[in-house]
């Protein structure tokens, strides 16, 4: 794109509302995650209060309780993490890493994230339908999610939920298709594949593996649809029975729905990681003042986790009924991702070895996301050995486990790269005492919640129960119930004090500078805030590689920019 | 930041991050487990325990190495050059990806395997085998009768009260078929085999005393099997989510000497 005068667009709606523009669709996904957090969020809220309330005086009914949980999971993992992490920070990162003026298709850009807005009303709107929203879990297993017999959400609310799900894949193959394009196409010159910054890299590999993988659910969507309302049998077998009827469906299984929907669920799991490992790898890079280490085996290391992930499905389903040898292959393969994750994980913590570490907000959050990576890494274990895992599978182990690596590893990099980025957008500083209490009231928070609900599960506590109160077997378990519920409090009440933080910076903050964290990457090399078309009349170059730190130097001489 | 507040603050960082590796690995090794009644159940424990003290080590020494490099490097005072050679970056992986895969493989593999043929290899002669139905929300548990044949069943015949299984009247194999409620009662080291059916949505028949865990699925049988080693009763709860009631499906599992299932097998009814 050679652009003599960029021109932005001039009225309020070509600029904010229907915009091309990558920075302003990027915040666009940022504010919509960030009010659909809200949302998940006090529906977490609600369920911890159900689960420390006594159960002679339940807060909700149990009917209302699933509809809770599956809520909450398919808000937070579909219309939170995905459009905060990989839809909006990939979109504004994207081309200013790479030094770009915009995405390579900008106008898909902008269809992407208007297919997501009626899908998110969908989902909100699915609690006011009569029987409610959708209760068959965020995964949404056939029978239950298939016939309205089963259980009341699974009438019209499963409906909207299924609708939803297939404008977000829509819309997340739109974005994936682009990210792929600009990063093969709009690098800029100069700028090999292994010139890329890392988060650019994780973007890549998210993109791929979302754009191979998800098409699986829409599949999934719409033969779910058809046996909901054309009478046909993919998912249910014969012999099905609901108040001593027989139902007419035969020759289906609800299998199929399984493996087909782990196709895409467990990739999905590293579309929402692999990014916020990438930004914790740039942010330490800035704060510890040296290149992170071994980049060369990271990018190996992310490559392998991508291929890995693809063939690993299985190991949700070792007690489904598949047959237990296929199940044991899924566990020798999946086990295998450890090996490449322990290269990224000891990366990290190499990457603070003879720095000069300055403790600023993003820092602390990516220094968090380190010690997250390695009991989430660790605890995958367990689930991923067959045999622990048919003690383990649907209890409290697994909610803890994925919470840290899809909830709290993704939310410390979401926060992470808020506070680190958003000079580049605004202009301004977000104020660093409010985000350092920030970090320090949510981080060990809910690390503490998640790493507490793993001893539940060792304990033996089953995940998706309304109230546990008539079983004795978990009971040392059940004991920490209200100690989470607290902490939940804690954690959910101080992302208040971020969002104030956030939006009043965005006015009041301190005037940032063009490079406020001496930084090396091409987003730093234009002005900041970023202007529309990103760098003025001529685009950077890439003169060498992303991340030429000196600690041997003394501050302000210790990094060369890569377009320098 | 000045050099002294960000030393101050880079050895309190690091005491944080050796507090949470100690107190993790710690954690986990509370005996969180309940009681184990089964014969493949201390196997399971035994890959679990396995699982806790290879990865608690891995990851307290995580943990002392950050927390060590943390307080280190917040000096603010020149390093030496921190670049190393791609080679030597390549040489560090080989430490991970070897510690990582034996580990785990181990893990899976070395004990794994033992434990997972008890559960899902051949069952010996002497087995005793039923039948466990999981539907909306309660556990059906049916017995062979004397002729040791499963009869014949039809889910047009299903009627809750009346025929809760829908066996078929016809079929002479079907007439001494046993079946109950909730209560599946075994005999005590002897091999139970279970066959699992659903009549609706899915189910999980879980027992975690025994340390197993199954699920039902409609239109398929699928299998499990335990040795319990230990009389008593012990619950029986569903795993997987199955609609409004899910979580109080529940159903017991009554363990008894060989001599007192004989006779409580004899003294049962035949439904038909």
């Known amino acids: 794109m050679a652009i003599e005068e960029h021109h932005g667009p001039q009225s309020f709606i070509s600029k904010y509302v229907f915009s091309f523009d990558h920075k302003v669709i990027g915040l666009q996904y940022l504010i919509t995650a960030m009010f659909m957090g809200l949302f998940g969020g006090g529906l977490a809220v609600l369920m911890r209060i159900q689960l420390a309330s006594s159960p002679d005086d339940p807060l909700v009914a149990p009917e209302t309780y699933i509809s809770l949980v599956t809520m909450h999971g398919t808000i937070m993992v579909f219309f939170v993490v995905s459009l905060a992490l990989v839809s909006g920070f990939g979109n504004i990162l994207i081309p200013l890493m790479l030094g770009a003026r915009d995405m390579a298709y900008p106008f898909l850009n902008m269809l992407s994230y208007w297919t997501i807005v009626p899908a998110c009303f969908l989902v909100l709107g699915s609690f006011l339908v009569e029987g409610g929203a959708a209760a068959a879990g965020w995964t949404a297993y056939p029978p239950l999610s298939a016939l309205p017999e089963a259980v009341p959400g699974s009438g019209l609310g499963q409906t909207l939920w299924l609708a939803a799900m297939t404008l977000f894949i829509a819309s997340f193959t739109m974005g994936g298709l682009n990210y792929i394009a600009t990063i093969l196409n709009c690098r800029a010159k100069g700028m090999r594949l292994m010139d890329m910054p890392l988060t650019v890299w994780t973007y890549f590999l998210s993109a791929i593996l979302g754009t191979l993988s998800f098409p699986a659910l829409t599949a999934a969507a719409i033969m779910l649809m058809l046996d909901r309302h054309g009478g046909t049998s993919f998912f249910l077998p014969a012999g099905l029975v609901f108040g001593n009827e027989e139902l007419p469906h035969e020759g289906g299984t609800p299998l199929l729905f399984q493996h087909l929907f782990w196709f895409l669920g467990h990739p999905e799991v590293y579309v929402l990681v692999l990014p916020a490992i990438g930004m914790a790898f740039d942010i330490i890079a800035t704060f510890a003042r040296r290149p992170p280490f071994g980049y060369r085996m990271s990018v190996y290391s992310l490559l392998s986790v991508g291929v890995l992930s693809m063939v690993v499905w299985g190991h949700h389903m070792f007690i489904t009924g598949m047959n237990p040898y296929v199940g044991e292959y899924f566990s020798i393969a999946t086990v295998i991702i450890t090996a490449p994750f322990a290269v990224l994980g000891l990366n990290m913590i190499a990457s603070i070895w003879r720095g000069r570490i300055r403790f600023r907000v993003p820092m602390l959050f990516a220094l968090g996301i380190i010690m997250v990576i390695g009991a989430g890494g660790f605890g995958g274990i367990y689930l991923a050995t067959s045999v622990s895992d048919i003690y383990f599978h649907d209890s409290y182990f697994v909610v803890g486990h994925f919470h840290l690596m899809i909830g709290v590893v993704t939310l410390m990099g979401t926060f992470g790269g808020i506070y680190y980025w958003f000079p580049k957008l605004f202009g301004r500083m977000m104020n660093e005492t409010l985000g350092k209490v920030h970090f320090w009231l949510t981080f060990p928070a809910i690390y503490t919640i998640f790493i507490l609900m793993h001893f539940q599960g060792l304990s033996g506590l089953l995940r998706r129960y309304a109230d546990h109160s008539i079983y004795g077997f978990a009971e040392v378990g059940k004991t920490l119930a209200p100690t989470i519920t607290y902490l939940t409090f804690v954690v959910a009440g101080t992302q208040f004090i971020f969002l104030f933080n956030f939006f009043v910076s965005i006015w009041r903050g301190k005037v940032a500078g063009d490079n406020p964290w001496e930084a090396t990457t091409l987003e730093w090399a234009g002005p900041s805030p970023a202007p529309h078309g990103n760098y003025g009349p001529t685009l950077p170059e890439a003169k060498r590689g992303p991340y030429e730190y000196d600690p041997a130097q003394e501050a302000g001489n210790d990094f060369a920019p890569q377009a320098s | ?272």
């Not at chain 2, 990806?97 to 010996?124: K, N, Q, R, T, W």
């Open chain 2, 1 to 272: 930041m000045a050099s002294g507040k960000s030393r101050g603050f880079g050895l309190f960082f690091a005491i944080v991050t050796v507090a949470i590796g100690v107190a993790v690995a710690w954690g986990f090794s509370r005996g969180w487990l309940p009681e184990v009644a089964s014969e493949h159940g201390k196997g399971v424990d035994g890959v679990i325990h396995y699982l806790m003290w290879s990865t608690g080590v891995l990851f307290l020494v995580g943990h002392l190495a950050l927390g060590y490099f943390i307080f280190k490097y917040s000096k603010d005072q020149a390093q030496a050059n921190a670049a190393v050679s791609h080679r030597t970056e390549a040489k560090a992986a080989i430490a991970p990806v070897l510690a990582m895969m034996a580990v785990s493989e181990i893990g899976v593999l070395v004990v794994g395997l033992p434990v997972f043929d008890e559960i899902y290899g051949e069952a010996p002669a002497d087995a005793i085998t039923i039948e466990v139905v999981g539907k909306q929300f309660e556990w059906l548990v049916r017995y062979a009768g004397p002729d040791g044949v499963f009869g014949k069943v039809d889910p047009k015949l299903v009627h809750d009260s009346r025929n809760p299984l829908g066996l078929d009247k016809k079929d002479p194999a079907a007439k001494d078929d046993i079946v109950k409620r909730g209560v599946v009662t075994i005999p005590v080291d002897k091999t139970c085999v279970v066959n699992l059916r659903s009549h609706d949505v899915i189910h999980s028949f879980t027992v975690p005393f025994f340390r197993t865990k199954q699920d039902t699925l409609p239109g398929f049988t699928a299998r499990t099997k335990f040795v319990p080693t230990k009389e008593g009763q012990f619950e029986l709860a569903c795993a997987e989510l199955c609609g409004l009631g899910h979580y109080r499906m529940q159903g017991k599992v009554v363990v008894m000497n060989n001599e007192d299932y004989e006779k409580w097998l004899s003294e049962q009814e035949s439904w038909l």
